[in-house]
């Protein structure tokens, strides 16, 4: 079975400083990770995917993320954070080289950006 | 249509009433997926279809929740006999075959029972 942790159910950072907003996975088969983020009482948005290629990928608003093979590990990260990124994120993990289509999600993190 | 649509986005019933939830996905997308967010928690996977295969219900958390997908397009989500512990946000998505292209969510309904 597929699995996801995000072990920070919240981070705090300082506007303008780095964030950083952790993700480890567990799957059987080549992985495809994502990152979604969603805002009060809206559906979650894309950030970004890894599919295959290049370990670092970026998305959506200055958010780039780096997929870690050996660690397990989808890190989220911004070089500089605004307070509107104040959202909740979630990782996710599919495996469909494993044999499942469907998506599993981490618990959500909550990202704070003090002004 | 350009995004995924559910309705209703609110929904207040009683305890006991039966509930339809729809989904409407991104035209040319084959799976289909309900998802169950409770306050505080991440999303519960609930039920996939895709194409015409046979609908993944491993996630159900009773029966009394049913889910059907016409003509491989719109979606609904039943609930019967509703109890309070099934008051969440209900999120439907879409992606093409594999998820190659990631997950497209609808904005959900929030489901309350009373």
């Known amino acids: 079975a597929q699995s996801v942790a995000q072990p920070e159910d919240q981070v705090n950072v300082a506007e303008g400083n780095p964030l950083t907003v952790k993700c480890t996975y567990s799957v059987s088969g080549n992985p495809y990770l994502f990152w979604y983020v969603q805002y009060p009482n809206r559906g979650l948005q894309f950030l970004l995917k890894y599919i295959t290629g290049d370990n670092l990928v970026k998305g959506s608003y200055g958010f780039e993320a780096e997929f870690n093979k050996s660690q397990t590990s989808f890190h989220l990260k911004k070089p500089s954070a605004l307070v509107s990124d104040s959202a909740l994120y979630f990782c996710?993990?599919?495996?469909?080289?494993?044999?499942?289509?469907?998506?599993?999600f981490g618990r959500g993190t909550s990202l704070i950006v003090h002004p | 249509g350009a995004g995924v649509s559910q309705s209703p986005s609110n929904k207040v019933t009683e305890k006991g009433k039966d509930v339809e939830l729809r989904c409407d996905p991104i035209?040319?997308?084959?799976?289909l997926y309900w998802y169950r967010q409770s306050l505080g928690q991440g999303l519960e996977f609930l039920i996939y279809f895709q194409g015409n295969s046979a609908p993944d219900k491993s996630g159900l958390p009773s029966d009394r929740f049913s889910a059907e997908r016409t003509g491989g397009s719109v979606s609904t989500l039943t609930i019967q006999r509703t109890q309070q512990e099934d008051s969440a946000v209900y999120l439907c998505?879409?992606?093409?075959?594999?998820?190659?292209?990631?997950?497209?969510f609808g904005s959900g309904t929030r489901l309350t029972v009373v």
């Open positions: 035209s040319g997308h084959t799976a």
């Open positions: 998505a879409s992606s093409s075959t594999g998820g190659r292209g990631g997950y497209t």
């Open positions: 996710a993990v599919s495996s469909p080289s494993g044999g499942s289509y469907i998506p599993t």
